[in-house]
């Protein structure tokens, strides 16, 4: 267990629908991250909060947002869904800043567009 | 540019010694990880080396870095049923992000 929890763990819904995917970072990390792993893609860094700011973005879609709260929970939302958004949304974590070399993920959230 | 590249598809006899390796072509890596993934599970971080060192070992796994050739290999000695899965090797852009940019992953299949 790497003490990142995501949830839902699968997740089925319509094309145009839109989906919140939660993240709750380990104990005392700052740092949260997104990645989407799909067949065709691979793995694809999506975005990076640290402390509730946005530090790093990589290939996410205008049709996705994140956001971190005080908590330091996170959440992705995925808008307008398509059936090219299937696939596999991690969530990762670290303590952040230059000392955050240990990042670790969570199980995962299946996402499927039908 | 930043890619990584790795070999698809690794079969090893169990108790022989695996070695999956990886190229990374951005020369700003700080740190470069190796992630193993089981079917249907999340990413399991095995181990990570800073790219100043040369080698790093943790119980069966030695992880070897040449950052001239920046070629990054994991080695599993006595390699186990258990260890059949895919194993991603990743490079760590810049020191204050936590981007990483991973392979496409090695599926290594361990025959008994």
């Known amino acids: 267990d790497s003490g990142v929890t995501q949830t839902p763990k699968h997740l089925i819904t319509a094309t145009g629908q839109r989906v919140t995917l939660r993240c709750s970072p380990r104990?005392?990390?700052?740092?949260v991250y997104w990645y989407q792993q799909s067949l065709d893609q691979g793995l694809q860094f999506l975005i990076q909060?640290?402390?509730?700011?946005?530090?790093a973005k990589g290939n996410i879609l205008e049709r996705f947002s994140a956001q971190q709260f005080p908590d330091l929970h996170s959440e992705l939302n995925l808008s307008s869904l398509e059936l090219g958004d299937s696939a596999l949304y991690f969530c990762?974590?670290?303590?952040?800043?230059?000392?955050?070399?240990?990042?670790?993920f969570g199980e995962g959230s299946w996402l499927t567009v039908v | 540019g930043e890619d990584v590249e790795q070999s698809l598809f690794l079969s090893v006899r169990e108790g022989d010694s695996s070695v999956i390796n990886c190229t990374y072509t951005?020369?700003?890596?700080?740190?470069l990880y190796w992630y193993k993934q089981e079917p249907g599970a999340g990413l399991q971080l095995l181990t990570y080396?800073?790219?100043?060192?040369d080698m790093k070992q943790d119980q069966r796994l030695t992880v070897l870095l040449n950052k001239k050739d920046k070629h990054l290999s994991l080695r599993i000695a006595d390699t186990q049923t258990g260890d059949s899965a895919i194993y991603f090797c990743?490079?760590?852009?810049?020191?204050?992000?936590?981007?990483?940019?991973f392979g496409q992953g090695t599926t290594l299949q361990v025959k008994p």
């Open positions: 990762a974590s670290s303590l952040g800043g230059s000392s955050g070399n240990t990042i670790y």
């Open positions: 104990s005392g990390d700052l740092s």
């Open positions: 909060y640290y402390n509730g700011e946005e530090r």
């Open positions: 951005d020369s700003s890596s700080t740190y």
């Open positions: 080396i800073f790219s100043n060192m």
């Open positions: 990743a490079e760590k852009i810049g020191s204050n992000t936590g981007k990483l940019i």
